[in-house]
């Protein structure tokens, strides 16, 4: 029985993580200290020809400015292989290859001087696709590594080709996994300060793995690893992320600190962070497996491309796990798998939740259901025919008999919390009468090596340290990310100890104060680190014993409990033979013994053969099952994920609530994986550099997620405990793949599977020439910021009509403008009318509703009379932003900008809505559908400020439908939209018919050749149908030749067709 | 340059600010609340959440210049004498906080829900809370907390 192990514990960091007074790494503000900035390369590939720092070097502020050649120690860092350029010298690797940084009195200042610093080129094609990048002419994009493949690992079992001739049935498939971005919320920030007692450095900031950051900051600088002092600050998420880039930001802050004497800090925006930093890799996976009629699997042959981008990084590990793991949990007698990571001018990859899994996971399980489709079973009996048992051999030729082999488990249990059978007899039955939407149901499930395995050495430290009065400090050598390890420690900690959480604090750690415990990567941290708690509590506790076991009249410790603060003899009245956790405390302290411990953890020794691929590659593994039911929109391809059941056997359970924790958060990055998260690099170039363009899940885009845990406990973990991090993040894709199969009948084979994959089979991305890349180098800001700004706040209209001029840019709720400024090198002067409470008011008459142009959109959602009146502009309005968004954005602002995907513009021309425009010389009104000229061109003057939007009350009653389609559900760029609005006589005929388009033409605009259609006749569904062939021709000559207008064309034929319907049935249904 | 009045966690403050400043860097450069985050710079994230006259708000999107009069509250504002609030306690007991990066946010715009409507359906919550993103938690627990927080017992 435990007291503390297994139970819902908060997390003992919850009080400063709900107050604001958690410090995270930009929060931290030294005594003089300076403010860093990066110059970026402005290519992603070339030579550098000459740099120029003139111009820098005298501006206000700066006080540093280094580069290649001031580097004092090792030119070169990484983890494994030396090719990281910290600062590039003469050739530039990828898009976030960092020239030169600048540290100065402010942050604006540092920027400034980075934008100044003057860098001419000589532009090389780079090579983006790894397949390329492979090929023996290719040329070397790191000559002195001799090759472009990084690595190359083998495993061979059995014979391979006796495999194929055996098998009844043989197939090849080819798997695609793009680049995954970390997307943690915090972007990364370190601060070095000199150090005058060591004479070198203390690093703070966002750090994931301290020592590895000490490692390099003391190789860069050319100083000894005890002058380097690593303090993590709190960590605002890491998954696998805050590693490497963090590094770098390491040295170059170094290094400032000390050409300056003074603490820098150095703090990245976001794009700064999706530039540099690097990604999960990219897969080609290519497999031929062969297997009899029945479903057993024979041979599989696997040739894996990895892309590692510019640098190395930790593709020699990620691709090691692939290689162990890609034939998944399933016994195969003939196995051949090849895997190498590339190097290609890409961003480059390295470690992130889940490290080489997700990908084969992807692609294996997916193969898993096609192969028992064509051998007429089902998902689970293939699983069950191949899957591993007690005793299996890997394809390691590991026997899996140190543990319990729980894959069938898994499997069972999230069939039956699920409902799986049923499920699948209740999807077939909705399919059958559901023609737009289609629901599916499916399954995955994984084998993954616990910790490091045959990666390195695989051990870690604690220390637990008891004072006087029996409270505890703990330290450990491995770092709290976010994930809850501090919590899960102190459990530990509390149960060996038998005493309460809330006596124990756990340490901010510092490298110099505890041993090097190895990175806190693989989810190791609990497996690892928690055995190193036990070994140092236990070590105490024997100290303890010895001081007060002739009180206790007991000669061993196995005759004690400890717990509730006491220690007491076991099957004995407690308050006879029992003494408080303090008393004896005092005790030994009088003793004069020592109770402070390091405790220390080398894991079980595992092997590997590299030529082979064969040997006992982790000493333990965990098995996890996850079901997904989706539905998909069959007019546009959006998928959403309803439910997804995660069963995973985690050994044994220590702190409930981390653990499910553990499981909603790796589940969600899993969905987005699967499904939303399509980091968009071309010829080197990132195109989506913000959230706003790299989409991870909202809150509306989760739905449900039910952890199973099941426990077998592990002989080597402590309590029983393995791992649980990664496992939950490295299904979904699969699940959701073989679930797509049986909602939609088809096959994929690339993730993520967006929109247009969906719907087109493929991906449709913008095309970009290489020639872009040179483009506009002198615009481009380095660190997006606001900066040159001067505002004029007139305090009423009169003043602002007085002031409005080309000199002005006109600033309301901010939404957009702001965007736009922080893109802008110029300065700019804004007029500020968002305090004019005059452009506020939205006022009802008889015949129309005037809504100022700075109401928000929040306020005009919220109107009465224009839910009444206007249901379609308080259906697409609600779909502006975020609530935060609305709550400042501006009808007027939306109106203005006229971006092609505005929400509010297609309704307000259905509803034949005008706009009011001001100036000192008079006003006018002109129709919406007239304003609007094109992408971001309206009619208004530069003198002109729009005051109004009018809209006439409708005279009829009509039907509305909207559809408005995001790639997720909620806070999108509007990727379509379709509004349609019909008046009926008692006839049922059309008498009004009204069908806007929104993000499709130039201008969201009417299509009046398709409500021609409509007008005096009835509508019916042979009539919604006719529209396909005109619209076709209309959408065609309109964009036929956009790079889009392939999916365009046809969804929004679909759309079109669907909202018609639903009118059609709003009006069956009233009748 | 402008002088400027606004109020900040029921304080007034008469602050000298860069027209190039927004909200956030008056919050957490002048004043040194640096409970609120910068996650995005674009009003996508919600990180720097904060509310203003009563209305959620990214501080990300707001120029110094616009504060004239405003009211501000922020997260060091929730906890009332040392005891935290409902709505943080149902945070903390639900597991709704892992790294705690987007915390401060999710629970400004959780606050002004609340403040207006006190037992929001599910689906009101996750339109309060659309515009935070979060990494860590799968948003589940979230959702839960704010669901207790009204919740008696």
């Known amino acids: 029985m435990h007291n503390m192990i297994g139970k819902k514990v908060p997390r003992i960091d919850s009080y400063e993580k709900v107050t604001g007074k958690a410090i995270y790494g930009d929060d931290i503000n030294l005594h003089g200290m300076h403010y860093a900035a990066n110059r970026y390369t402005d290519i992603p590939v070339g030579k550098i020809k000459s740099i120029d720092f003139t111009k820098a070097e005298k501006m206000d502020g700066v006080s540093a400015i280094v580069f290649y050649k001031d580097i004092p120690g090792q030119k070169r860092i990484g983890p494994i292989r030396q090719d990281h350029f910290v600062f590039v010298n003469d050739e530039v690797f990828y898009t976030g290859d960092v020239i030169a940084v600048v540290a100065a009195k402010t942050k604006e200042q540092a920027y400034a001087a980075a934008d100044a610093i003057e860098i001419e080129y000589e532009p090389i094609e780079g090579i983006f696709d790894p397949a390329e990048a492979i090929k023996p002419d290719a040329r070397l994009i790191h000559p002195d590594f001799k090759s472009n493949i990084v690595n190359h690992y083998p495993l061979i079992k059995g014979d391979i080709e006796k495999g194929f001739e055996q098998s009844e049935q043989v197939i090849e498939r080819e798997f695609r996994t793009g680049f995954h971005e970390h997307a943690y919320i915090e972007p990364e920030t370190v601060t070095a300060a000199p150090d005058p007692t060591t004479k070198g450095f203390k690093i703070y900031g966002s750090i994931q793995n301290p020592f590895t950051t000490r490692r390099m900051v003391a190789a860069f600088m050319g100083v000894d690893l005890n002058m380097v002092n690593v303090f993590s600050s709190t960590l605002g998420g890491s998954f696998g992320g805050k590693d490497d880039i963090i590094n770098c930001m390491a040295c170059r802050v170094a290094l400032l600190s000390e050409m300056t004497g003074k603490p820098v800090k150095l703090t990245y925006t976001r794009e700064e962070s999706i530039k540099e930093s690097y990604k999960r890799h990219p897969y080609i996976l290519q497999y031929k497996v062969g297997f009899n009629n029945e479903g057993k699997l024979k041979a599989m042959k696997i040739n894996i491309i990895a892309d590692s981008g510019a640098y190395s990084s930790q593709s020699f590990f990620v691709t090691w796990r692939s290689v162990v793991q890609a034939t998944g949990p399933y016994e195969v007698e003939n196995v051949q798998t090849d895997i190498r990571s590339v190097y290609t001018n890409n961003p480059y990859t390295a470690a992130f939740r889940g490290f080489g899994s997700p990908q084969i996971i992807f692609a294996q399980e997916s193969l898993m259901d096609e192969i028992a489709a064509l051998c007429n079973i089902t998902p689970l009996e293939i699983r069950r025919l191949n899957g591993f048992k007690q005793d299996s051999v890997t394809a390691s030729g590991q026997k899996l008999s140190e543990h319990t082999v729980s894959l069938q488990e898994v499997i069972d249990k999230s069939l039956e919390s699920s409902g799986y059978l049923k499920k699948l007899e209740d999807y077939k039955k909705l399919n059958e009468n559901s023609t737009r939407y289609k629901y599916g149901i499916g399954l995955a499930c994984s084998y993954r090596g616990c910790s490091l395995g045959a990666e390195g050495v695989d051990a870690t430290s604690a220390i637990v340290s008891v004072q006087g009065d029996g409270s505890v400090y703990v330290l450990a050598g491995l770092n709290e990310n976010g994930q809850g390890m501090r919590t899960t420690f102190c459990q530990i900690a509390a149960e060996m100890l038998g005493i309460n959480l809330e006596k124990i604090i756990f340490l901010e750690p510092q490298t110099a104060t505890i041993p090097d415990g190895g990175p806190t990567v693989a989810s190791r941290a609990t497996l690892t680190g928690g055995n190193a708690i036990i070994d140092a509590a236990q070590k105490i506790k024997n100290t303890i014993f010895e001081v007060i076991k002739n009180e206790l009249n007991v000669t061993s410790i196995e005759e004690t409990v400890w717990a509730n603060g006491l220690i007491s003899v076991k099957e004995t009245e407690e308050c006879l033979r029992s003494i408080p956790f303090e008393k004896a405390v005092e005790k030994s302290f009088k003793a004069g013994v020592n109770l402070s411990s390091y405790g220390w953890f080398k894991a079980p020794d595992v092997g590997w053969v590299e030529e082979t691929g064969q040997g006992n590659a982790y000493f333990t593994y965990v098995y996890g099952c996850q079901i997904a039911e989706i539905k998909v929109d069959t007019s546009t391809g959006k998928i959403d994920v309803m439910k997804i059941t995660a069963a995973h056997d985690v050994g044994k359970v220590i702190n409930r609530l981390g653990i499910e924790g553990q499981v909603y958060g790796g589940v969600a990055q899993g969905i987005g994986y699967a499904i939303l998260e399509d980091f968009n690099v071309q010829n080197g170039i990132v195109k989506s550099p913000n959230l706003d363009e790299y989409l991870v899940p909202t809150i509306k885009d989760i739905h449900k997620i039910e952890p199973i845990l099941i426990e077998n406990p592990d002989k080597y973990g402590p309590f029983g405990a393995k791992c649980i991090g990664e496992p939950t993040l490295e299904l979904a894709s699969a699940a959701i793949n073989n679930a797509m199969k049986f909602a939609v009948g088809k096959y994929f084979y690339q993730i993520p599977l967006t929109l247009e994959r969906v719907y087109l089979g493929k991906n449709l991305i913008k095309p970009s020439r290489q020639s872009e890349a040179g483009l506009n180098i002198k615009a481009r800001k380095q660190g997006p910021r606001i900066s040159g700004i001067t505002m004029v706040t007139p305090k009423n209209l009169k003043k602002a009509l007085a002031l409005v001029s080309e000199d002005y840019k006109i600033i309301s709720g901010g939404t957009d403008v702001i965007i736009e400024l922080r893109k802008c090198k110029e300065s700019s002067k804004l007029l500020n009318i968002s305090q004019l409470e005059e452009l506020k008011k939205i006022k009802k008459s008889k015949n129309e509703i005037f809504i100022g142009s700075a109401a928000s959109i929040t306020s005009i959602v919220s109107h009465k009379a224009i839910q009444k009146h206007f249901p379609l502009l308080i259906k697409t309005c609600s779909l502006i932003g975020s609530k935060q968004i609305r709550n400042r954005a501006t009808l007027g602002g939306n109106i203005v900008n006229a971006a092609p995907c505005a929400d509010s513009i297609p309704p307000l021309i259905l509803y034949d809505a005008k706009v009011l425009l001001q100036s000192k010389n008079g006003n006018r009104e002109i129709l919406i559908k007239d304003f609007v000229l094109g992408n971001y061109k309206t009619q208004i003057n530069a003198e002109e400020i729009m005051t109004a939007v009018i809209i006439p009350l409708p005279q009829q009653k009509y039907y509305h439908s909207y559809y408005q389609l995001g790639r997720r559900n909620a806070v999108n760029i509007t990727r379509m939209s379709v509004g349609a609005m019909i008046a009926f006589d008692f006839n049922k005929m059309v008498t009004d018919c009204r069908i806007v388009a929104g993000s499709l033409f130039d201008r969201s605009q009417r299509i009046y050749e398709i409500e021609e259609l409509f007008t005096g006749k009835k509508l019916t569904e042979e009539l919604i149908n006719n529209i396909e062939e005109p619209l076709l021709k209309i959408i065609d000559n309109a964009i036929g030749k956009r790079w889009s207008s392939e999916y365009k064309t046809p969804v929004f034929i679909n759309l079109c067709k669907d909202v018609l319907r639903e009118i059609k049935e709003k009006l069956e249904i009233r009748n | ?153």
């Open chain 2, 1 to 153: 340059m402008a002088e400027i009045t606004l109020t900040v966690n029921n304080k007034i403050h008469q602050i000298e600010v860069d027209d190039s400043w927004r909200l956030i860097d008056v919050l957490r450069e002048q004043l040194g609340l640096t409970g609120t985050k910068e996650g995005c710079g674009i009003g996508e994230c919600g990180a720097c959440t904060v509310i203003m006259n009563g209305e959620a708000v990214c501080s990300c999107l707001i120029l110094a210049g616009q504060l004239k009069d405003a009211k501000i509250e922020t997260i060091e504002n929730i906890e009332k004498d040392h005891l935290l609030s409902r709505l943080q306690q149902m945070f903390v007991e639900h597991g709704a906080i892992q790294c705690g990066f987007c915390t401060p946010g999710m629970l400004m715009s959780a606050k002004a829900l609340l403040d207006k409507n006190p037992n929001p359906e599910e689906d009101e919550i996750k339109e309060a809370l659309e515009g935070n993103l979060c990494r860590c938690t799968g948003y589940i627990p979230i959702v839960n907390a704010v669901k207790a927080v009204n919740v008696s017992g």
